[in-house]
């Protein structure tokens, strides 16, 4: 399968350190498996001016092919001023409205207040089932207190990487399983 994890902005660290976290836990756990880590950080992506994913190039290109190649997506989001980042709303913004459809999307946000647990219910979760994904019911939210020196320092947060990962692979294969059975019974 093809996992495909995306850190959603391009400032900061501790979205890239979780991320980077769970990359090398999947890599470790599951070594079969095709994983990438896209980082917005290292990428150039322009503002979506409305054309098909597929008229761009450069590295728009390669972020929404990647996307859209994907079987299981997890996202990556720290929450400003109450809200998902603008380059991850852009990413969003440049993909097409199915973009997620029969895929699986496990969320993780970073953020500096107990407060803004909810954002990824309120904003990311509408985002998702417009776009035609399945988001894990249960996301990993982590607090600046949970991290020191670069390193998650949380064990509970280290225990809800380790079920998002399990969750998002289980329900991925179930969902396949069940989708091909499907498949296979129209018989043409």
């Known amino acids: 399968m093809k996992i495909r994890l995306l850190s959603g902005s391009i400032v900061g660290t501790k979205t890239l350190t979780a991320m ?41 290109q390669f972020l929404t092919t990647e996307l859209m190649a994907a079987d299981m997506i997890i996202i990556g989001s720290p929450i400003f001023q109450a809200s998902i980042p603008a380059p991850l709303k852009n990413v969003f913004d440049l993909l097409p409205q199915n973009a997620f459809q029969n895929k699986i999307i496990g969320v ?32 990993v939210f982590i607090e600046d207190v949970d991290f020191s020196q670069s390193a998650i320092i949380n064990d509970d ?7 998002l990962i399990e969750d998002i692979f289980l329900f991925a294969k179930t969902y396949h399983h069940i989708w091909q059975e499907k498949e296979d019974s129209y018989g043409f």
């Open 108 to 139: 993780v946000i970073t953020a500096g207040s107990p407060k803004h647990f909810l954002v990824a219910e309120t904003q990311l979760k509408p985002i998702i089932n417009y776009m035609k994904g399945y988001m894990l019911p249960n996301y």
């Open 20 to 60: 980077k976290f769970l990359y090398q836990k999947i890599k470790n756990e599951y070594p079969d498996e095709d994983v990438q880590l896209l980082d917005l950080k290292s990428l150039n992506i322009d503002f979506s001016d409305g054309r098909n994913y597929l008229d761009y190039a450069g590295d728009i």
């Open 157 to 163: 947060i280290l225990f809800r990487i380790d079920r």
